[in-house]
């Protein structure tokens, strides 16, 4: 049997699975966009900052920029490969079923393999 505290734990670990899953099934389809307008934010960054480097308002933007863009760049990493590791774990720790196929996995109308007819 379980003590109180133990069945309090649990219960506090599923409910933090619960908030977990809510999280990354509300911003799962949106990732791919971020990452894409991520990527060409860098990119016009890489060729404009040293482009006009010779102005200070310039150097004080980037030195504003930086530090938010690696913000935004660890967050995006974090959902995107931490947050999906983090739920299995706890999954695996609750003794769950995962609810979700593993990350990276996408499923393809092509894989449906009809099944046998029935007539």
Known sequence: MFTTKELSHIESQRQ????????????????RKRWIR????????LILYPTFWEYQWVRIAFYIALPLGLFYLLLMISLTWGLP???????????????????GFEPDSRMDVPGPQQH
């Open 85 to 103: 590791q983090r739920i299995a774990r706890l999954e695996r720790e609750l003794g769950e079923s995962p609810t979700q196929p593993p990350s």
């Open 38 to 45: 991520m990527g060409i934010r860098w990119t016009l960054a």
């Open 16 to 31: 933090k699975l619960q908030r977990w899953r809510t999280i990354h099934t509300v911003t799962r389809p949106g990732l």
